[in-house]
């Protein structure tokens, strides 16, 4: 069932004169910049690259989004930024196989944690996961440190709790 048929008269009133606001030539699509900007006003303020998923996703191939498209991607529940940095950083420790800040993620570590969640690796694509995942910018070690790891996630470190040593 589609938010738009669960939605009070209301409540679409109030979403269709928004969409009617920020859709700036009244062709009756939001581009995804106009998606941007109501997603920003309403306080949730995402990367161009994240709005252009959540429009493609709703909407492949024409990578607009029409009113009935808008109240279900406006319907969905959003998750907390910061709980969602601090669950990908609480991740970590899986990983590098120790809740130590200096611990890293090697090749090894790698593998156990994958073979723990039930899906184990070879060596061989411990090591390649590891260099894709620091192609980015982390250090050519062959490890992931705790920041090099929230920060391929899109995580802002500077805004998470220290991990204390077990």
């Known amino acids: 069932m589609s938010a738009i048929s669960q939605a009070t008269p209301e409540i679409l009133a109030e979403l269709r004169a928004l969409?009617?606001?920020?859709?700036?030539?009244g062709d009756?699509?939001?581009?995804?910049e106009e998606v941007s900007a109501i997603m920003a006003s309403c306080g949730t303020?995402?990367?161009e690259a994240e709005v252009?998923?959540?429009v493609?996703?709703?909407?492949?191939?024409?990578r607009k989004l029409p009113f009935e498209e808008f109240v279900n991607m406006i319907s969905r529940p959003m998750v907390d930024r910061l709980a969602l940095e601090a669950e990908i950083a609480a991740t970590f420790p899986t990983f590098a196989g120790s809740a130590d800040p200096a611990a890293e993620i090697t090749t090894s570590s790698l593998q156990a944690a994958m073979a723990g969640l039930g899906r184990p690796i070879e060596p061989l694509v411990a090591e390649e996961m590891i260099r894709e995942a620091t192609k980015g910018g982390a250090a050519a070690t062959g490890?992931?440190?705790r920041e090099d790891f929230v920060a391929m996630n899109g995580v802002d470190f500077?805004?998470?709790?220290?991990l204390e040593a077990s």
Do not use: A, R, Y
């Open 158 to 162: 500077s805004k998470l709790p220290p």
């Open 52 to 54: 252009l998923d959540m």
């Open 45 to 47: 303020v995402l990367t």
């Open 19 to 25: 969409f009617d606001l920020f859709d700036g030539n």
């Open 56 to 62: 493609t996703e709703l909407k492949p191939d024409l």
């Open 28 to 32: 009756g699509l939001l581009e995804v």
């Open 143 to 145: 490890k992931i440190s």
